[in-house]
T-cell receptor, first 117, second 111 residues
Framework: DGGITQSPKYLFRKEGQNVTLSCEQN?????MYWYRQDPGQGLRLIYY???????QKGDIAEGYSVSREKKESFPLTVTSAQKNPTAFYLC????????????????FGPGTRLTVT | AQSVTQPDIHITVSEGASLELRCNYS??????LFWYVQSPGQGLQLLLK??????LVQGIKGFEAEFKRSQSSFNLRKPSVHWSDAAEYFC?????????FGSGTQLTVLP
């Protein structure tokens, strides 16, 4: 079955450590996204990538970094510069191309809950 | 810039009752609109979408939504709620190369 996998489901880190969250998709989608979810705030876009070896900052990119070396993988690193990293992180993907609206139909992974103490 | 407002943070309904979740958007052009559902600790699942055409859109799990341009609304409805519908619901609008999500409505279903 095609889908998006995120690992691990729960992640615990000490303050000051970098941590990398995994996101893999086998949907053959071109675009991938990382969102952060906090209670009562909906989803906020961290980074997105429309094509391999290219990515763009979203609304809250500070303290995060990404890479897109393969079409199916889009790992997110939460660095020590992120002041409040404890949150639920969601990865999504979408297909590029025509019709254009289909580009915005995003499919989500199950999420990773990161706790930093 | 585009924005989405979900006025109801939390709604409680009895099983079998009808449901309407409100969504208001702000966007200059014809919007592309979505409703997603999220079960606790899970990712989001697409319920339905509006791109153009018929303003009443049917989705999965018996949900429907109506696009009303004059009211800038895209409310989600279900005629009879099941206990398994308890979840958080998000409305989203397409902006410039990204989706903008509302803050969500938490649905509780009473037996």
């Amino acid at each position: 079955d095609g889908g998006i996998t995120q690992s691990p489901k729960y992640l615990f880190r000490k303050e000051g450590q970098n941590v990398t969250l995994s996101c893999e998709q086998n949907l053959n989608h071109d675009a991938m996204y990382w969102y952060r979810q906090d209670p009562g705030q909906g989803l906020r876009l961290i980074y997105y990538s429309q094509i391999v070896n290219d990515f763009q900052k979203g609304d809250i990119a500070e303290g995060y970094s990404v890479s897109r070396e393969k079409k199916e993988s889009f790992p997110l690193t939460v660095t020590s510069a992120q002041k409040n990293p404890t949150a639920f992180y969601l990865c999504a993907s979408s297909i590029e191309g025509r019709p254009v609206p289909k580009t915005y139909e995003q499919y989500f992974g199950p999420g990773t809950r990161l706790t930093v103490t | 810039a585009q924005s989405v407002t979900q006025p109801d943070i939390h709604i409680t309904v009895s099983e079998g009752a009808s449901l309407e979740l409100r969504c208001n958007y702000s966007y200059g052009a014809t919007p592309y609109l979505f409703w997603y559902v999220q079960s606790p600790g899970q990712g989001l699942q697409l319920l339905l979408k509006y791109f153009s055409g018929d303003t009443l859109v049917q989705g999965i799990k018996g949900f429907e939504a109506e696009f009303k341009r004059s009211q800038s609304s895209f409310n989600l409805r279900k005629p009879s709620v099941h206990w398994s519908d308890a979840a958080e619901y998000f409305c989203a609008v397409v902006g410039v190369r990204q989706l903008t999500f509302g803050s969500g409505t938490q649905l509780t279903v009473l037996p």
